[in-house]
Every structure is written in C-alpha cells, then in structure tokens.
C-alpha cells in the first residue's frame, strides 16, 4: 500500500469508528448536538495525529536507509515521500534524493542538484542543512577550501537545531581541513563526529575513515588503523568501510 494511501486510511478510522459509536449506539436526541460536534472534531484531531506520526515513521524509515546506505529500500522510500508530496513540500522532497546521489558518491550531480533547489520552499530551517550538503560536496569534488567557508558560515544556525546537525556539520568542516592538509585541526573535529555518531553508521564510518587518515598524516601509524578499523566495523559494506579495508591492506 502506498504511503499516500495508508495515510488516508489511517486519518479515516476516527472518523468512521466516531460515526459507529455515536450514530447507531448514541444518538443525538440522548447525547445533544453540541456533544456530538466536540467529538466529531476530535475524532478527525485524533485521524490528523495518526496520520502525522505515520508519515513521520515513513521518513525515519528513509532515514535509516540512508544511515545504513541501503539504497534499495532508499530509493523505494523516495518514491513513496514524492508521490505523497506531489502538491507540496515537493522541493523538501528533492533532498531525499539528493541524498542517494551522496551516498553513490554522484558528488557534481548532487550539488547541482543542490543549487538548483528553490531556497524560499526550503525556508530558514532547511537552507543551513542544504548549505552543508553542498560543503560536503565541495570538499569530495577537491574544493575543500570553499567548502570550509562555506559550512564555518552556517555553523551559527547548525547549533540550535541539534546535537546531531551540528555533528554532520563539524564532519564536514574536519574532513575539508584534512584535505586542505590541516590534519591537525581536523582530528578534534572527527573525534567528536565519532563519538557521537552511535546510530548513524555512515556518519560513524566516514568519521572513523577520516580519523585514519588524519592520524596517518600526522604520523600515528597504530591510532589510523584502530580507526580504519573502526570504519570497517562500523559499516563493512558502505563506501568509508570498503575504503577503510584497503588502507588497513596498506599499512
């Protein structure tokens, strides 16, 4: 069933369970009028919550998938939220896919795709999420310089959003300071990224990938492969973890 679908569903048993109850078992000459429309309002307040809470699962689903780089179930997902937003929120929905074409490393068609979004339907709270998606691209396409000025712009707007925004935030700003040979001052930044990456196992992997080389830049030789090998463990199958594999190979 499609989400468009299980949605309505679920927003209409209220509805239909209230006109059960109250029609066939409470009529209104014993219950009065006015008794009957608070319930009915709140049958369809109860429909809207349920309908908001599937939705909202639906998403989350999505965003496991991408955690765990299971593009698959991605994409399928992706199809579900685009034909359920097709009147609105469609260009919030564009990032969804934006977001497989990260994972495939398609780092110039995602920041097309970036800069071609409409940042007035994005609004103030998405725009500062798109702006480091796009840093994230800069630094994978060689361009970690403008990258950093651009993720140390919104760094301000990150924080208030939450622990785990301003996460991906700093593993954007430490990965670009790595490859602008800053080693040094990208470690603090990964470190942090690592430590509190516990459920996002691509995030948790490309901090670890990110670590080993940082620490093989500086010259630690045992820290880079405990943390190539925590990228491996941390998701073997994804794009840091296979990376991480062959640069334990190397050392």
């Known amino acids: 069933m499609s989400l468009r679908n299980r949605v309505r569903l679920v927003a209409i048993i209220p ?26 309002i709140l049958a369809v307040i109860v429909g809207m919550f349920v309908a908001n809470v599937v939705t909202r699962t639906y998403l989350n689903r999505f965003r496991v998938a991408i955690a ?43 920041l097309d795709g970036l800069r071609a979004l409409d940042m007035q339907k994005i609004g103030p709270k998405g725009s500062p999420v798109v702006k480091s998606q796009m840093a994230w691209c800069l630094a994978q396409l060689g361009e970690p310089s403008k990258a950093a000025d651009l993720i140390n712009s919104v760094l301000p707007q990150m924080e208030p959003k939450g622990p785990q925004y301003l ?11 790595f490859l602008m040979g800053r080693a040094a001052e990208a470690t603090p930044y990964l470190e942090g990224v690592y430590a509190a990456a516990a459920a996002r196992t691509s995030r948790k992997a490309a901090a670890a990938f990110y670590l080993g080389e940082t620490y ?27 990376r991480a594999s062959k640069r334990l190979a190397e050392l």
């Open 216 to 242: 093989a830049a500086l010259g630690n030789g045992s820290e880079a492969r405990h943390a190539f090998q925590n990228a491996t463990e941390a998701l073997p199958s994804g794009r840091f973890g296979i």
């Open 68 to 110: 765990r780089e299971d593009l698959p179930t991605a994409r399928r997902l992706v199809e579900g939220l685009t034909d359920f937003y097709r009147w609105r929120g469609r260009e919030v929905v564009k990032t969804y896919g934006i977001n497989i074409l990260v994972v495939e490393e398609r780092y110039q068609e995602a």
């Open 15 to 40: 509805v239909v369970l209230w006109l059960a109850v109250s029609v066939r078992f409470l009529p209104p000459e014993r219950i009065g009028s006015l008794w009957m429309l608070l319930t009915a």
């Open 167 to 177: 996460a991906g935030a700093h593993l954007v700003l430490g990965v670009s300071y």
